[in-house]
C-alpha cells in the first residue's frame, strides 16, 4: 500500500499580517517559504500535498483565549482597517488590517491539519503560520503573538475526542510562555520546550514543571546561547525519548521555530536545517505508523456516533495511530526558513535529507 502524503497548510491570508518589513516577522517570511517548497516540488512531488486550510471560529479560540482577549485583538484590527496604519498592542507586537484574517487563518489551518491527519487523508502535516503563536496567553498578545495556534489545536483534538494525550514539542529558540501557561495545569498535555537562556521572554527555567493536576507535564530544557551542536542533538534525542516513554501520547505537535538555526538575528544558537530534519524524523520514529480505518470527526457523521466514529462526549475508540503536526513559529531569515521547511517537509514525508 502506497504510504500517504504528508500535508502541507498555509492560509491564503497569513501573508496579509503587515508589521512592515522593518519589523522581524515581515510580509517576506511566508514567500520565501512558499518559494523553497515549490523550488523542491520535483522531490516533493505526490509525497508533500497541499490541503486547503480555514478559518477558526471564536468558539474554537475560546478553548484557549478569554473573551476580553479575542475582542482586544479584534478591536484593535478594526482601528487599523479604519485608519490604514499599524496599531501596536504592546512593545513588539503589531496589527494591520490584515491581521486578524491572518491570525484566525492560521489558527485554522492548523485545525484543518489536524482533521487532515485524523480522517487518514494525510500521514502528518506542516502548517505554516504568520503571525506565530506561542507566546500568546489566554489574556494577552506578546512576542509578535496575537492567537496560540498550537494550543488551540491540541484543545481540539481533546475537545474534539480526537486523542487522549499531547505533546507539545517546542524547539523555537524562545520559551512558548503562552502554551505553557495555557497548559500548566493540564495534565493531558505535556509541553516540552529546548530554548535559548538567559533570553526572552525569561520565562522557562528548569523549576517550571507545572502544577495541581498537571505537575510533572512541563519540561523545560534551557540552554546557553551557543550551545554546540553535538550537545544540542543529545539532549533533544534523550529528553524527547524520557518523555514519550512517561507520557505515551497519541498526538504531537512542534512549535517549529527556525530561529534556532544558526545566523538567526533574534538567536544565538549553532543548529543547521539538518539538524530540523533528523529531530522531525526522531518525532516521526518514535510515532506509531497510523494503521487501521481513519478515524471520523465528531459532527461529520451528522451527529451519529457509530462504530468507529467519534463523538465529543463518548469513548474516543481505539486510536491507535500516532497523529504529528508541525506548526510554523519563529524564523527570521527568509533563506533559512525555507531551507528549514524544505528539511521537516522531506523529513515528515520520509524523504532523503537535502
Ligand atoms: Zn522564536
Known amino acids: 500500500m502506497r504510504a500517504l502524503p504528508t500535508g502541507f497548510l498555509l492560509h491564503p491570508a497569513a501573508a496579509l499580517h503587515d508589521a512592515g518589513w522593518g519589523h522581524p516577522d515581515h510580509?517576506?517570511?511566508?514567500?520565501?517559504?512558499?518559494?523553497?517548497?515549490?523550488?523542491?516540488?520535483?522531490?516533493?512531488?505526490?509525497?508533500?500535498?497541499?490541503?486547503?486550510?480555514?478559518?477558526?471560529?471564536?468558539?474554537?479560540?475560546?478553548?484557549?483565549?478569554?473573551?476580553?482577549?479575542?475582542?482586544?485583538?479584534?478591536?484593535?484590527?478594526?482601528?487599523?482597517?479604519?485608519?490604514?496604519?499599524?496599531?501596536?498592542?504592546?512593545?513588539?507586537?503589531?496589527?494591520?488590517?490584515?491581521?486578524?484574517?491572518?491570525?484566525?487563518?492560521?489558527?485554522?489551518?492548523?485545525?484543518?491539519a489536524v482533521d487532515?491527519?485524523?480522517?487518514?487523508?494525510?500521514?502528518?502535516?506542516?502548517?505554516?503560520?504568520?503571525?506565530?503563536?506561542?507566546?500568546?496567553?489566554?489574556?494577552?498578545?506578546?512576542?509578535?503573538?496575537?492567537?496560540?495556534?498550537?494550543?488551540?489545536g491540541a484543545r481540539y483534538v481533546l475537545d474534539q475526542g480526537l486523542g487522549?494525550?499531547?505533546?507539545?514539542?517546542?524547539?523555537?529558540?524562545?520559551?512558548?510562555?503562552?502554551?505553557?501557561?495555557?497548559?500548566?495545569?493540564d495534565p493531558n498535555v505535556f509541553y516540552l520546550s529546548l530554548h535559548q537562556s538567559p533570553h526572552y521572554p525569561?520565562?522557562?527555567?528548569?523549576?517550571?514543571?507545572?502544577?495541581?493536576a498537571?505537575?510533572?507535564?512541563?519540561?523545560?530544557?534551557?540552554?546557553?546561547?551557543?550551545?554546540?551542536?553535538g550537545e544540542y542533538r543529545e539532549r533533544f534525542f534523550g529528553v524527547l525519548e524520557d518523555v514519550w516513554g512517561d507520557f505515551a501520547p497519541d498526538w504531537v505537535f512542534v512549535s517549529c521555530g527556525f530561529d534556532v538555526l544558526?545566523?538567526?538575528?533574534?538567536?544565538?544558537?549553532?543548529?543547521?536545517?539538518?539538524?530540523?530534519y533528523d529531530f522531525t524524523r526522531a518525532v516521526v520514529a518514535l510515532?506509531?505508523?497510523?494503521?487501521?480505518?481513519?478515524?471520523?470527526?465528531?459532527?461529520?457523521?451528522?451527529?451519529?456516533?457509530?462504530?468507529?466514529n467519534v463523538s465529543a462526549a463518548g469513548d474516543p475508540g481505539p486510536l491507535t495511530g500516532m497523529r504529528t503536526v508541525l506548526v510554523l513559529e519563529g524564523g527570521y531569515v527568509p533563506e533559512l526558513i525555507g531551507a528549514g521547511t524544505v528539511a521537516v517537509l522531506r523529513a515528515l514525508a520520509g524523504l532523503e535529507a537535502p
Open 262 to 276: 544558526k545566523g538567526d538575528p533574534l538567536g544565538g544558537q549553532e543548529l543547521e536545517p539538518v539538524d530540523l
Open 214 to 229: 498537571g505537575s510533572g507535564t512541563t519540561l523545560n530544557i534551557p540552554l546557553p546561547p551557543g550551545t554546540p551542536r
Open 116 to 152: 487532515g491527519v485524523a480522517r487518514g487523508f494525510v500521514r502528518n502535516a506542516f502548517v505554516a503560520t504568520r503571525p506565530p503563536g506561542h507566546h500568546a496567553t489566554p489574556a494577552r498578545a506578546m512576542g509578535f503573538c496575537l492567537f496560540n495556534h498550537v494550543a488551540v
Open 27 to 112: 510580509q517576506g517570511r511566508l514567500g520565501a517559504l512558499a518559494s523553497a517548497v515549490s523550488m523542491d516540488m520535483l522531490t516533493l512531488h505526490e509525497r508533500v500535498v497541499q490541503l486547503e486550510a480555514r478559518s477558526a471560529t471564536e468558539e474554537e479560540l475560546l478553548p484557549v483565549h478569554t473573551e476580553e482577549h479575542v475582542e482586544q485583538v479584534r478591536s484593535a484590527v478594526d482601528r487599523a482597517m479604519e485608519e490604514e496604519r499599524c496599531i501596536p498592542l504592546n512593545l513588539d507586537t503589531l496589527v494591520s488590517g490584515g491581521s486578524w484574517d491572518a491570525a484566525v487563518g492560521s489558527s485554522g489551518a492548523v485545525l484543518a
Open 287 to 308: 510515532s506509531v505508523p497510523t494503521q487501521g480505518p481513519p478515524v471520523a470527526l465528531a459532527g461529520s457523521t451528522g451527529g451519529a456516533a457509530g462504530p468507529g
Open 164 to 185: 487522549r494525550k499531547v505533546l507539545i514539542v517546542d524547539w523555537d529558540v524562545h520559551h512558548g510562555n503562552g502554551t505553557q501557561e495555557v497548559f500548566y495545569r
Open 202 to 212: 525569561g520565562t522557562g527555567q528548569e523549576w517550571e514543571t507545572g502544577a495541581e
